[in-house]
């Protein structure tokens, strides 16, 4: 019981903080809720018994994932956005659209996909096992996954420092 | 104990609200971070499973995800940076040409 009182409440502050997401129109109310629903999503995997996953996600994710959105909305002096004619189209079609899609998937699994139930910490997941799982089992992909992080560093050191000649430039050069 | 397909329909709320964001969104800025929200969503059904078939490697796939999420994000907002560089505007909107 206590687990379903739990799971409820920090579902609800999720979706709450997902709409609030799309609610809001300046872009550090909305990456502020988005910490919201990472910090909730971290309660629902320890619920799970996954206490690695949920430390990655707020160490990676609430932290240093939003400081860089928090960091690149400041730096842009990012104002609120301006509703055009095709946000407009969008959201006529695209909210209703989206409702009708989630009522249906959520009717298909509460009714028709037959999964058990889940008891609190089911899964039985100290981080040296997934460490032992990394570094046997996922080798090959771990190792792939240095190499994207490498690409990204120097991808994104040449993307933001170095500045292409604006149209200004152009215009009098 | 709470039934499997509860957290399976709360990631599927959180990923139409990530697939709503990215559609009525005009902020470049905060369409990433819809994109952010689909993940998570994601994320959350992955780990679900796991717990369901005792199976480990769901967490491990959430590690990937979450460290290709991280670097897509680092070399998104850096191409972010650069639009609003070249453009001086977040609306994708007026972002509608690939050459300057």
């Known amino acids: ?173 | 104990m709470v039934p499997l397909s509860y957290y399976l329909v709360l990631s599927g709320i959180l990923f139409a609200c990530g697939v709503t964001g990215f559609l009525i969104k005009r902020n470049i800025i905060t369409i990433f971070m819809s994109i952010e929200l689909m993940l998570n969503g994601v994320n959350l059904s992955f780990v679900a499973f796991a717990a369901q078939w005792h199976a480990l490697s769901g967490q491990v796939f959430v590690f990937f995800v979450m460290v290709v999420a991280a670097a897509e994000s680092a070399v998104g907002l850096a191409i972010i940076i650069a639009v609003y560089r070249t453009r001086e505007t977040l609306n994708v909107d007026r972002v509608n040409l690939l050459k300057l």
């Open chain 1, 1 to 173: 019981m206590l687990h379903l009182i739990v799971f409820s409440v920090f579902g609800l502050v999720c979706v709450a903080g997902a709409v609030n997401l799309l609610a809001q129109r300046h872009p550090i109310n909305s990456a502020l809720s988005l910490v919201v629903v990472m910090g909730s999503l971290a309660v629902e995997y320890l619920l799970l018994g996954a206490e690695f996953v949920a430390a990655v996600q707020v160490i990676v994710y609430a932290g240093a994932i939003m400081v860089l959105f928090v960091f690149v909305i400041m730096l842009l002096n990012a104002g609120e956005e301006d509703r055009t004619k095709g946000s407009r189209v969008a959201m006529l079609f695209g909210i209703p659209g989206m409702l009708i899609g989630s009522v249906l998937v959520a009717w298909v699994l509460l009714e028709h996909s037959g999964t058990g139930n889940v008891a609190v910490g089911a899964l039985p997941g100290p981080p040296k096992v997934i460490g032992w799982l990394l570094f046997h089992d996922f080798l090959l992909p771990f190792e792939v996954t240095s190499v994207l992080v490498l690409i990204a560093i120097m991808g994104a050191v040449v993307l933001a420092s170095h500045p292409g000649p604006t149209q200004q430039d152009k215009r009098e050069g």
